[in-house]
């Protein structure tokens, strides 16, 4: 699986847009890009994914360039709720299974009041 | 159910105990997954099953570790001889299989918090 490279740790101001990058300069043709986050004490949550059209969807959007080496995970009205360690993840999907996905650190968002 | 349901949510074993960890996944997934996140830490793949298939255990760090899953529905993460170092949150999560080029998310449960002392 190619690696991914995020930050560690950004801040956002509550109501303003979160723009979380993720590298992935050796993502081969068939390998889409999945986004999850994981709050405090729970099990990680899925949220968008994408292959190399940008993505929307009611959580997040997801860009990703045309290279397709990076992305970018927008929250538009960024929330109290959504700080959360933020996981960019990227795999093939294998015809009829999907074997499991790599998580790496993440990065640690804190919306801000 | 309405979601992934892990029992129990809290563990303490002794160091040598066998601990059991179960997980209930969506009615009509036919993937399921255990991870396991110690403190502070990412997520650690463990094992996953996928329909009828035989599993994929390249994850289990052991052979004190042992996972299986009845009737394509439930499963049980077994660990033998407790170690501190097992100390963790077990996670399982669960997904519909995909075709080609299709993918569903997976959903995660609560997770399991076992304390080896």
């Known amino acids: 699986d190619a690696k991914t490279t995020q930050p560690p740790s950004m801040d956002c101001a509550e109501g303003r847009a979160a723009n979380l990058p993720c590298n992935h300069s050796t993502i081969s043709g068939n390998e889409y890009v999945y986004w999850y986050r994981q709050i405090h004490s729970q099990g990680p949550q899925y949220i968008i994914h994408?292959?190399?059209n940008n993505e929307t969807n009611e959580m997040a959007s997801l860009i990703i360039t045309e290279d397709r080496k990076s992305s970018t995970l927008i929250l538009p009205h960024a929330t109290l709720r959504d700080t959360a360690v933020y996981y960019c993840?990227?795999?093939?999907?294998?015809?009829?299974?999907?074997?499991?996905?790599?998580f790496g650190k993440g990065t640690k968002l804190s919306v801000k009041p | 159910g309405a979601g992934v349901s892990q029992s129990p949510s809290n563990k303490v074993t002794e160091k040598g105990k066998d601990v059991e960890l179960r997980c209930d996944p969506i009615?009509?997934?036919?993937?399921l997954y255990w991870y396991r996140q110690s403190l502070g830490q990412g997520l650690e793949f463990l094992i996953y099953?996928?329909?009828?298939?035989?599993?994929?255990k390249s994850g289990l760090p052991s052979d004190r570790f042992s996972a299986e899953r009845t009737g394509g529905s439930v499963s049980t993460l077994t660990i033998q001889r407790t170690q501190q170092e097992d100390s963790a949150v077990y996670l399982c999560?669960?997904?519909?299989?995909?075709?080609?080029?299709?993918?569903?998310?997976?959903?995660f449960g609560s997770g399991t918090r076992l304390t080896v002392v």
């Open positions: 009615s009509g997934h036919t993937a």
């Open positions: 994408g292959l190399k």
């Open positions: 999560a669960s997904s519909l299989a995909s075709g080609a080029g299709a993918f569903y998310g997976y959903t």
């Open positions: 099953f996928q329909g009828n298939s035989a599993p994929d």
């Open positions: 993840i990227v795999r093939v999907v294998l015809g009829g299974s999907q074997g499991n996905l790599i």
